[in-house]
């Protein structure tokens, strides 16, 4: 899927603007290197050598682009944020539409994103949920203001009218992201999020279990 528009890549303001004169190449192999180290490691326990022995530059050029550790960090957070926003941005351009059938199109979505930064998923999530200080309450306030404009655009959209008496849209909503972001992570972390077809065949099963426990069912009702 590509993206409906340019990234910006700025909004991180790293203290060097030349990061930005690098090839893509170069670029890319940069944050991803960050992404992987950080996400294995968490913030404290990164040591800045190992991000540049993996990006295959000195330490002393990837201070010369960032500044320090905490720059990078926060640019990467941002970037990340930003970057799965505009591949997820065009699932919400749609009219009323099933619940399950958007959210195997995020999943497809994400294993792509994961083609490109495969460490970025858990970067985000274990950024937000490591201790930082005033920067982690950021953070937090950033990551939560995201989560909650995309869970209002979903109540918005998502067509309800087959959900079953009693059922609460919001708490299943809530129940489908978090199944949807744990198998994520649990493919990440084994490594077999390659193939965006066999995840998401592989997600097809517990959605369909969720559906048929909250929608009134029709003959022939795949996801």
Not at 38 to 51: M, P
Not at 132 to 147: L, N, S
Not at 176 to 191: D, P, S
Not at 194 to 201: A, E, I, N
Request: aromatic letters at 14%; proline letters at 3%.
């Amino acid at each position: 899927m590509a993206l409906t528009g340019p990234v910006n890549r700025k909004r991180g303001k790293p203290m060097n603007e030349k990061f930005f004169a690098l090839s893509q190449e170069k670029q890319d192999r940069i944050v991803n290197a960050a992404f992987r180290c950080f996400a294995e490691n968490g913030y404290r326990r990164t040591v800045t050598d190992d991000i540049a022995a993996q990006a295959g530059i000195s330490k002393g050029l990837l201070f010369h682009y960032f500044g320090n550790k905490r720059t990078l960090y926060d640019y990467l957070f941002q970037y990340g944020l930003q970057f799965v926003g505009e591949r997820l941005r065009a699932l919400y351009d749609w009219e009323r539409e099933d619940l399950f059938a958007v959210v195997l199109r995020s999943a497809r979505v994400k294993a792509e994103i994961v083609r490109e930064y495969p460490f970025i998923f858990r970067f985000i999530m274990n950024a937000y949920y490591e201790e930082h200080g005033e920067t982690g309450e950021r953070i937090k306030e950033i990551y939560g203001d995201v989560v909650k404009r995309s869970m209002e655009q979903m109540m918005q959209k998502v067509d309800w009218s087959r959900l079953k008496a009693g059922a609460d849209a919001r708490q299943l909503l809530n129940v489908v992201i978090w199944c949807a972001e744990g198998f994520m992570l649990e493919r990440q972390r084994e490594g077999t999020t390659g193939d965006p077809d066999c995840l998401c065949r592989d997600f097809e099963a517990p959605m369909q279990m969720l559906r048929d426990a909250f929608y009134e069912s029709e003959p022939s009702d795949p996801i």
